[in-house]
């Protein structure tokens, strides 16, 4: 359990990281993603992992589950699914505006700079 | 317990929902609503920070239940204080905002603004460390709004960085806080504080992640230097009282890694040793040496003064790097200055925009602008503040900041670093200054040809907007504040070197915070089952981020 549960976070991370590095937005987007779950699922095990216990206190119950990581995980992943609501909100707009979806390399001021030496060529004349 | 440490989180959460759906169509019922909001927001900052001033320590539990199980806000001198320099910033940001009309160029200016009021002081005045990170989000999602806010598509490109970057933020903050509470099994800070000093060294591998995973964190706030590559884009590309707002939020970084590096993970812990010497002391060197840089190589207004700012956050942090108390009083005395500074500078910035017309801010000479000399006028005495000269608290700053780093071991790096990047930093705003404002006269006055272009281009070019009162009262309202923290100088240093005797001697903050009474489920203290009334709490709050959200999307 231990091991899948280790192994799934490292593998989501891994994945969610490469994804993060790519140039497009699109791809960036499923890589945060990726790595939300995979905090999501780390939130999860931080309470330790104990298998069929309830996440309540009473009496005569002795084995149970961390209740608090839970609530932690449910506000984690309502936090997180509005964020990315909003960038992917924001990253159409980009789009929609810029007419390209790259997240670094900006267009514009590779223009500006096209157009620095044309006006630095025309001043002394 | 009185409910006025809760007011400046409610205040403005009230008024955003009011003002977003009450008078959605009504600019000026919004402009009212949120003015109102802001003074009554400063004068119940100034109450606490007066009831804070003499040592008190007030905390509210929300809910009424007891800490650790409830989340609390803790009111000390440190929180107050942060909480009353956004409420002085926020009138004069909202004042230009009005006067200048950016509220007007966009929806929902003014709920999103409020929205990150309530996100600021949240931060500021909360206890809890997971509380903390909603604060962070509620704040971070206000400000992606008022990021992007009138559009465009640098803007919008800007922005999309911005919000990835965070992102990118938040989730490492969550695996920090997840290693923390596996680690202790608790969230309150004052709380983490006494289980983290009971921990064993040898077995501390799980905490000293956590601790570095944190200062990280608070680190892509405050744009340390590896992790800044988010602020000159932002911050030059947002509209210019969004920029102003800003200044606070770098601060937030700062404000975290001086709580949570005083309290939980204070300086004489054995096993977060050598984290602020040999990692956050050279890297606040580097931030300052690179922002400075950038200030002198900039091309546009917009982004030296977004460097100014990484350089002064550089500054900050070699400050609190120090870790002694003169060095957090220098720290916060540094804050303080930097913060009016830099708003002063973003607004200046705009202003010049406007009355420069197609030209805009970049770096290059163009016909003089109307109403220079004022502008122009504010401008050296806002730079002058910026990059430490005297007579104003910038010099003043940079001295008690090298007065503190005298019995570092690092002192000769601290002092090289200081001193020859304030010179770099003087070339860089004069370099500004004389291009904008000085050498201004030059087109005009060389041939009658260019004299007759540059007339045929005012001609051509929209006349300016009638220039308006408000905002040059704002600026000027900012500058007055610097020449106030210049004068004052002396009180506002006492009270800091008491501040940081507070922060340094963290007993009473957790005596006040775990042993004020309040309720517990069942007849035993320790419960878990408590822990998940906490959990509730904090679920509501979420659902509070959720509709931020929510909102946005209209």
Not at chain 2, 258 to 270: A, G, K, M, N
Not at chain 2, 359 to 364: A, D, K, N, P, S
Request: some cysteine.
């Amino acid at each position: 359990m231990e091991l899948l549960v280790a192994s799934a976070i490292g593998a989501l991370t891994a994945a969610g990281i490469y994804m993060v590095l790519r140039l497009r937005t699109f791809p960036v987007i499923i890589g945060t993603s990726l790595l939300s779950y995979a905090v999501n699922v780390f939130l999860f095990a931080s309470g330790r992992l104990a298998m069929n216990a309830p996440p309540v206190l009473r009496d005569d119950v002795l084995v149970y589950t961390d209740p608090l990581p839970q609530a932690l995980v449910l506000t984690a992943i309502v936090i997180s699914f509005g964020m990315t609501a909003v960038v992917v909100m924001i990253a159409l707009g980009s789009y929609l505006s810029a007419d390209d979806d790259l997240v670094n390399a900006p267009k514009l001021p590779a223009a500006t700079k096209n157009a620095a030496p044309t006006e630095r060529g025309e001043a002394p004349q | 317990m009185t409910h006025w440490t809760v007011t400046p989180i409610i205040l403005p959460a009230m008024l955003a929902a009011i003002i977003v759906l009450a008078c959605r169509y009504h600019l000026t019922l919004q402009r009212v609503f949120s003015m109102a909001g802001s003074l009554a927001l400063l004068g119940i900052a100034a109450g606490l920070f007066w009831q804070a001033s003499d040592g008190t320590i007030s905390i509210y539990q929300l809910g009424d239940w007891k800490a650790p199980f409830g989340i609390i806000l803790v009111a000390d001198r440190l929180s107050t204080l942060m909480v009353l320099i956004t409420a002085t910033l926020a009138p004069l940001v909202l004042l230009y905002a009005i006067g200048s009309g950016w509220d007007k160029r966009g929806r929902h200016f003014h709920s999103l603004f409020q929205f990150q009021l309530m996100g600021i002081t949240g931060a500021f005045l909360t206890g809890d460390a997971f509380n903390l990170f909603v604060f962070f989000e509620v704040l971070l999602i206000a400000s992606y709004g008022l990021m992007i806010h009138s559009g465009g598509a640098k803007r919008l490109r800007a922005g999309t960085q911005y919000v990835l970057y965070n992102l990118l933020g938040s989730t490492l903050f969550l695996f920090a806080l997840g290693t923390i509470y596996a680690e202790t099994g608790t969230l309150n800070m004052a709380d983490i504080a006494t289980r983290v000093a009971a921990l064993d060294v040898a077995d501390s591998a799980g905490i000293r992640v956590a601790a570095v995973l944190l200062i990280l964190v608070f680190a892509i706030k405050a744009a340390l230097l590896p992790l800044h590559f988010w602020l000159p884009a932002s911050y030059a590309e947002a509209p210019a009282p969004v920029a102003a707002l800003f200044a606070i939020m770098t601060k937030v970084g700062a404000y975290s890694i001086i709580r949570v590096y005083t309290l939980v993970f204070p300086p004489d812990l054995e096993m977060t040793q050598g984290l602020f010497d040999t990692w956050l002391m050279p890297a606040a060197l580097l931030t300052l040496a690179m922002g400075m840089i950038g200030v002198l190589g900039a091309k546009r207004l917009d982004r030296l003064v977004a460097f100014a700012v990484i350089g002064s956050m550089g500054m900050l942090l070699s400050a609190v790097a120090v870790f002694t108390p003169a060095g957090i009083t220098a720290a916060l005395y540094y804050a303080i200055h930097s913060t009016f500074a830099t708003a002063a500078l973003f607004l200046l910035v705009d202003v010049v925009r406007e009355r420069r017309g197609g030209i805009g801010v970049r770096l290059e000479q163009a016909a003089p602008m109307a109403g220079g000399a004022l502008v122009a006028g504010m401008f050296f005495v806002a730079a002058i503040a910026m990059t430490g000269l005297p007579p104003l608290s910038g010099f003043i700053g940079k001295l008690l900041i090298m007065d503190a780093a005298i019995d570092s071991p690092l002192i000769w790096w601290v002092w090289a670093v200081i001193l020859s990047s304030s010179l770099v930093a003087v070339v860089g705003f004069s370099r500004a200054g004389s291009v904008i404002f000085w050498k201004a006269h030059q087109p005009a006055a060389e041939e009658t040809a260019d004299a007759e272009q540059s007339e045929e281009a005012e001609v051509a070019s929209d006349p300016p907007p009638p220039a308006s009162v408000l905002p040059m009262i704002a600026i000027g309202g900012l500058i007055t504040l610097l020449v106030a923290t210049t004068i004052a100088a002396g009180p506002i240093n006492r009270f800091l070197t008491a501040t940081s005797a507070q922060l340094f001697s963290p007993a009473p903050y957790i005596d006040v915070v775990l042993k004020t009474p309040g309720r517990v489920v069942g007849k035993k203290a320790d419960g878990e089952e408590a822990h998940d009334k906490d959990a509730k709490a904090e679920k509501d709050d979420a659902h509070g981020a959720g509709d931020d959200t929510g909102k946005e999307g209209h």
